[in-house]
């Protein structure tokens, strides 16, 4: 049997504008999570409670990038 190709990672390199794009999505997403748990911005024809637990997935979930990213570096 053919022993199958090891893919060689590439080093990953800091680039500034990655990381400003990557901070200004993690405060947009910030602002539209916290905008939707407070119910100042609504999804039309979706109630508000389900509006709510959408806010709180995105913010949750760029929590979680956070800490995703302090720890992959």
Known sequence: MA?????SQEKKRF???AFVAWIVGILVSLAVGSGMIDGILSIPLIPDVITAIAGWIVVIGAIISIIAAIFNR
Not at 3 to 7: L, M, S, W
């Open 3 to 7: 022993k199958p190709a090891q893919v």
């Open 15 to 17: 680039s500034i504008s």
